[in-house]
Structure formats: structure tokens, C-alpha cells
T-cell receptor
Framework: GAGVSQSPSNKVTEKGKDVELRCDPISGHTALYWYRQRLGQGLEFLIYFQGNSAPDKSGLPSDRFSAERTGESVSTLTIQRTQQEDSAVYLC?????????????FGAGSRLTVL | DAKTTQPNSMESNEEEPVHLPCNHSTISGTDYIHWYRQLPSQGPEYVIHGLTSNVNNRMASLAIAEDRKSSTLILHRATLRDAAVYYCIPHNAGKSTFGDGTTLTVKP
């Protein structure tokens, strides 16, 4: 596809369950970002992948959160033992350049509701 | 990451120009100034970016101060569809941090 694809678009889960959120970046984009956006708030940086380099995990809020990406392909954000405060829209973005005008293209997001 | 300061909210009348300011006094010499906007219930979308010179595209214009410590996004004729949260982000490589942005309300 032409854009960044995220799935599922909506996920409702029970407290304590694990969830996986998927991001398909634009083909050829070497950089991939995950953000969290709680209702009515701004975007919180979670993690950044650049090619095969070690990811920048500085935004992950706890060890319940992890993300993987193989090469320059799909990424999965995993939240273990979900809590109600994890309810948010999780946004993925990809970009094509390292340095310079690093323009991000965002997906539509995955809305997570933890009951 | 460079810290940014933007007004929390602004209002405009439809068909009038809008100037959205951003202060980024700690910007590094290699950071580009990016602007994104987020329409209700959507992911952010790219608007414009620049390094030193003023920039124009079909969506907006970007005016960058000579010392690069501030910039202004200009919407020449606001429409109702321009109602969104506008984010100013100095960025080069690595993680990109979004602030709280400016919520633009456009009145008919």
C-alpha cells in the first residue's frame, strides 16, 4: 500500500491480558517510530528504529512494553499485562531518510481500550 | 531534542490568514523545522518543513527567523477543514518529540 498501515484499528481487552499491535511501514522507509496518545493529550514518544541499528527505547514507559522490528519491515508493539492507563491510541510513523529532512508519515493508529 | 513553545490555542475566521508561532530557541544547527497537524480522530500529517529559508507549498508557508530560534506557519486562507492541532518540531535524526501543539479553531 501507499501509506503506513496499522492493525488492529480498534482493540478492546481485559486488564491483565497481553496485546500486540502491528505496523506496516511504507516500503523502503528505513526509520520507524511508535507513539502513544491518550485521550485529549499530545503524542508521547515510545521507541524509534533506524535500519539495523539498536533501537532508541528511551520512551517506553515500563518493562511491560516492548517492540520489535526485523530489518526495514513490519514492527510489532507488545504490551504485557495491560493496565487501564494503557488505554490510548498507538500511532506508528515511518520515514525515508536518516538525517536531513526526515519527514514522518503516520498511520491511522490503533485504539486500545483496557477494561 | 530542542524545546518548543507554542500557544495552547488560537482562533481564526474562515477565509482569513492565520499565523501560528513557534519558539525553538535551543534548536541545533542541523535541525530542520517541521510542522505537522492532527485533524480530529486522525494521525498527524505533514504540513511543511524548512531549514533556513522561507518555504511555500500548496498547504502553507513557513517563515523562519534569521536566527532560527522561532518560526511561523502561515495558512493564507483558513478553511473549516484547517481546524486541527498544529505541532512544530525541530528535528534531524533519531527520535522526534511532539509537544502539546496549538489547537486552531476556525469560525465560519
Amino acid at each position: 500500500g501507499a501509506g503506513v498501515s496499522q492493525s488492529p484499528s480498534n482493540k478492546v481487552t481485559e486488564k491483565g491480558k497481553d496485546v500486540e499491535l502491528r505496523c506496516d511501514p511504507i516500503s523502503g522507509h528505513t526509520a520507524l517510530y511508535w507513539y502513544r496518545q491518550r485521550l485529549g493529550q499530545g503524542l508521547e514518544f515510545l521507541i524509534y528504529f533506524q535500519g539495523n541499528s539498536a533501537p532508541d527505547k528511551s520512551g517506553l514507559p515500563s518493562d511491560r512494553f516492548s517492540a520489535e522490528r526485523t530489518g526495514e519491515s513490519v514492527s510489532t508493539l507488545t504490551i504485557q499485562r495491560t493496565q487501564q492507563e494503557d488505554s490510548a491510541v498507538y500511532l506508528c510513523a515511518s520515514s525515508s531518510s536518516y538525517g536531513g529532512a526526515n519527514v514522518l508519515t503516520f498511520g491511522a493508529g490503533s485504539r486500545l481500550t483496557v477494561l | 531534542d530542542a524545546k518548543t513553545t507554542q500557544p495552547n490555542s488560537m482562533e481564526s475566521n474562515e477565509e482569513e490568514p492565520v499565523h501560528l508561532p513557534c519558539n525553538h530557541s535551543t534548536i541545533s544547527g542541523t535541525d530542520y523545522i517541521h510542522w505537522y497537524r492532527q485533524l480530529p480522530s486522525q494521525g498527524p500529517e505533514y504540513v511543511i518543513h524548512g531549514l533556513t529559508s522561507n518555504v511555500n507549498n500548496r498547504m502553507a508557508s513557513l517563515a523562519i527567523a534569521e536566527d532560527r530560534k522561532s518560526s511561523t506557519l502561515i495558512l493564507h486562507r483558513a478553511t473549516l477543514r484547517d481546524a486541527a492541532v498544529y505541532y512544530c518540531i525541530p528535528h534531524n535524526a533519531g527520535k522526534s518529540t511532539f509537544g502539546d501543539g496549538t489547537t486552531l479553531t476556525v469560525k465560519p
